[in-house]
Nanobody, 122 residues
């Protein structure tokens, strides 16, 4: 079974930074995508960023461009989400997910991690 483990969340002040990590195991294909989504209380799941493990193409939500970046280590099947200049509205549970194509649609991802909490204080 495909398993994902997200980590790196925590409490940070406005303007601070965090780096989230997602480790993927149990998936032998080298043609896959990993995405980050987030969900705040009372809100729907929101796409953050995704990356194609084979060619490195990335997508970042417009509201997070210039602050968030995604990167990968194919050998370790590890994906990072670097978050800078954090704002209170970034507070959410952040999830990583695996799919076979790069997309920002959560319905097209077949395996999800447990999520990691990010809290940005004023």
């Amino acid at each position: 079974d495909v398993q994902l483990q997200a980590s790196g969340g925590g409490l940070v002040q406005t303007g601070g930074s965090l780096r989230l990590s997602c480790v993927v195991s149990g998936f032998s294909s080298d043609d896959y995508a990993i995405a980050w989504f987030r969900q705040a209380p009372g809100k729907e799941r929101e796409a953050v960023s995704c990356i194609d493990a084979s060619d490195g193409h990335t997508y970042i939500a417009d509201t997070m461009k210039g602050r968030f970046t995604i990167s990968k280590d194919n050998a370790k099947k590890l994906v990072y989400l670097q978050m800078n200049r954090l704002k209170p509205e970034d507070t959410a549970v952040y999830y990583c997910a695996v799919g076979t194509v790069v997309t920002m649609r959560p319905q097209l991802y077949f395996s999800w991690g447990q999520g990691t909490q990010v809290t940005v204080s004023s």
